[in-house]
């Protein structure tokens, strides 16, 4: 079991409001590039989006709950039907997105039980939980030629280390694909 981060991300390491959804003054930053930068599998989940399970964050499955049920392209269809895991205190109900239920329980218990890979997108309160108790195994960034000096950082400045080994770079659109595994131990 492998532990997938995927995010949008700009050159100075901003990783919140990328689509604008969340009403920051820099919001929307990913998209000012063009559909063909963001539309797709663009992070190459491949096989694990189909036989691995999503793990969100309350604020970012309501955002891709109201998203992707509504759409029909062959890459939708694979959101749709993945298993999700919702992370919240406060979500009771996740019946608005097929395959998605609020955790019962424990964060950190759940990822370290689970058997199947698991992709995480967005989620920053997520991910940073996970990064505390070196959980996370994979990170595929896309970066996007943006300097946007102010916002949520991925890795943040009091954040524990990690030595990460670039397993792939690639320009996708505007942007710059790269995939990054934990190094060897």
Same mark, same amino acid.
């Given at each position: 079991?492998?532990?997938?981060?995927?995010?949008?991300?700009?050159?100075?390491?901003?990783?919140?409001?990328?689509?604008?959804?969340?009403?920051?003054?820099?919001?929307?930053?990913?998209?000012?590039?063009?559909?063909?930068?963001?539309?797709?599998?663009?992070?190459?989940?491949?096989?694990?989006?189909?036989?691995?399970?999503?793990?969100?964050?309350?604020?970012?499955?309501?955002?891709?709950?109201?998203?992707?049920?509504?759409?029909?392209?062959?890459?939708?269809?694979?959101?749709?039907?993945?298993?999700?895991?919702?992370?919240?205190?406060?979500?009771?109900?996740?019946?608005?997105?097929?395959?998605?239920?609020?955790?019962?329980?424990?964060?950190?218990?759940?990822?370290?039980? !689970?058997? %199947?890979?698991?992709?995480?997108?967005?989620? $920053? *309160?997520?991910?940073?939980? =996970?990064?505390?108790? @070196?959980?996370?195994? !994979?990170? %595929?960034?896309?970066?996007?030629?943006?300097? $946007? *000096?102010?916002?949520?950082? =991925?890795?943040?400045? @009091?954040?524990?280390?990690?030595?990460?080994?670039?397993?792939?770079?690639?320009?996708? *659109?505007?942007?710059?694909?790269?995939?990054?595994?934990?190094?060897?131990?």
């Amino acid at each position: 079991m492998s532990v997938i981060v995927i995010e949008f991300i700009t050159l100075d390491g901003i990783v919140s409001d990328p689509d604008g959804s969340g009403g920051t003054p820099t919001g929307g930053w990913a998209f000012r590039h063009g559909p063909e930068t963001v539309a797709g599998d663009k992070f190459q989940l491949g096989s694990t989006l189909d036989e691995g399970v999503m793990l969100l964050g309350r604020t970012t499955w309501q955002l891709f709950s109201r998203l992707w049920p509504n759409r029909d392209d062959p890459f939708s269809a694979r959101m749709n039907a993945v298993p999700k895991l919702v992370a919240s205190r406060t979500l009771s109900d996740a019946s608005a997105w097929t395959n998605s239920r609020v955790i019962d329980g424990d964060l950190v218990d759940v990822v370290k039980h !689970e058997q %199947r890979d698991m992709i995480i997108t967005g989620s $920053l *309160g997520v991910v940073r939980a =996970l990064m505390a108790e @070196d959980l996370i195994d !994979e990170y %595929r960034l896309l970066t996007f030629p943006t300097i $946007l *000096g102010t916002g949520d950082r =991925l890795f943040p400045t @009091d954040g524990p280390p990690a030595h990460l080994e670039c397993r792939s770079a690639e320009q996708s *659109g505007a942007a710059v694909l790269t995939q990054y595994v934990r190094a060897a131990r």
